[in-house]
């Protein structure tokens, strides 16, 4: 199974996307799985998980119904807020859905890392983690000291880092971004998704150069086992294309990876990870 472990979907009269505005307009419209398939059939893509971009409960269930009609959506990943005492009652109601496969905590969106320690939020993330819930971690370089202290307190949570943690690419971010990722890498259960790179550099002047030390790094501390490929479109519409996202991977894989490796890369890895069954895609039969 080939897979694209990260992309969303969005209408903008929903008004979910606070972020998306007209100053974005190659962002500024909608984009749902009719827009898509074109790429994954292009790149032999089975299918993608499909990953909510708006902190509401309501952008949840719209992707939800979205994947209800769409094969090519293999799996959902929602959104909770761990600070809000009915978090439990939301993703009761979202785990009766077949697709749904696990949330995601924004923690770019917080103004405070620090609060990611408190005791009550601790001890939510602990309940998930006791469950062997996979949980997406949106964070960014700067807020990866409080994610390493987090994860420290659940050991086992089944936890990946999206978008490499989004170091500043367009300023040659190596330090202390690398002691932090090494430290994550260390974690057995903490998986890492190259995802988001192309957004991070100079959206109009970046080169496949500019990649080369951050895929290479993170291959080498997680291992062939521990990684995903992740388009992140349409975010990615901000600098690259879907064939060019593909292309800066691939031309930072080191030259002894296999079909093996590559296979994990694309698609295995995800498919182990948010625990989908190999009838989800094509005709759907996991349902």
């Given at each position: 199974m080939r897979i694209d472990a990260h992309q969303h979907y969005w209408t903008i009269k929903r008004n979910d996307y606070g972020w998306i505005t007209p100053e974005l307009p190659v962002l500024y419209r909608d984009f749902l799985p009719e827009h898509l398939r074109p790429h994954l059939r292009n790149h032999g893509l089975d299918g993608s998980i499909l990953v909510?971009?708006?902190?509401?409960?309501?952008?949840?269930?719209?992707?939800?119904?979205?994947?209800?009609?769409?094969d090519t959506v293999l799996g959902v990943v929602g959104w909770l807020n761990l600070f809000d005492p009915n978090h439990r009652l939301h993703y009761e109601r979202f785990r009766r859905h077949p697709k749904f496969v696990g949330f995601r905590i924004m923690i770019q969106?917080?103004?405070?890392?620090?609060?990611?320690?408190?005791?009550?939020?601790?001890?939510?993330?602990?309940?998930?983690?006791?469950?062997?819930?996979?949980?997406?971690?949106?964070?960014?370089?700067?807020?990866?000291?409080?994610?390493?202290?987090?994860?420290?307190?659940?050991?086992?949570?089944?936890?990946?880092?999206?978008?490499?943690?989004?170091?500043?690419?367009?300023?040659?971010?190596?330090?202390?971004?690398?002691?932090?990722?090494?430290?994550?890498?260390?974690?057995?259960?903490?998986?890492?998704?190259?995802?988001?790179?192309?957004?991070?550099?100079?959206?109009?002047?970046?080169?496949?150069?500019?990649?080369?030390?951050?895929?290479?790094?993170?291959?080498?501390?997680?291992?062939?086992?521990?990684?995903?490929f992740g388009s992140d479109w349409p975010v990615c519409l901000l600098a690259a294309d879907y064939d060019e996202v593909m292309d800066v991977l691939a031309s930072g894989l080191p030259d002894n990876w296999g079909e093996e490796e590559r296979a994990r890369l694309f698609g295995l890895n995800a498919q182990q990870f948010y625990k989908l069954k190999q009838g989800r895609c094509g005709d759907d039969r996991g349902r």
């Open positions: 909510q971009a708006a902190p509401t409960i309501e952008e949840t269930d719209f992707i939800l119904q979205l994947a209800d009609g769409n969106d917080m103004p405070d890392a620090s609060r990611l320690l408190e005791p009550s939020f601790v001890q939510a993330l602990r309940l998930y983690e006791s469950e062997d819930v996979p949980v997406d971690l949106l964070v960014v370089s700067r807020q990866l000291p409080h994610a390493v202290k987090l994860l420290e307190q659940v050991p086992h949570l089944r936890a990946v880092i999206d978008h490499i943690a989004k170091p500043r690419v367009k300023d040659a971010e190596r330090e202390p971004w690398l002691s932090h990722m090494t430290a994550l890498s260390r974690m057995p259960n903490v998986y890492c998704k190259l995802s988001g790179m192309v957004t991070e550099a100079d959206h109009s002047r970046w080169r496949r150069e500019d990649f080369m030390p951050y895929i290479r790094q993170v291959l080498e501390l997680f291992g062939p086992e521990r990684v995903m």
